[in-house]
């Protein structure tokens, strides 16, 4: 299983807000911002602060992807 934060950065196009402002604001790093940037987990606790700023739920952020069959 995978994990894409698509849901996240339409949620921030359709508010007009700028990646790095909205790390600012929600007091994550960089760092953490990246990992969201190239779909790669991420601590709950951050998902909690992005839901409480975004004042939506989980799923509203985050989805998680099932892995492609593979051709054994």
Known sequence: MAVSYNRLWKMLIDKKMKKMDFAKEV?????????LGNDEY???????????RMECRIEDIVEVVPDAPSDD
């Open 42 to 52: 991420v601590a709950l606790s951050v998902l909690d602060k992005i839901c409480q």
């Open 27 to 35: 007091g994550f790093s960089g760092a953490t911002l990246s990992k």
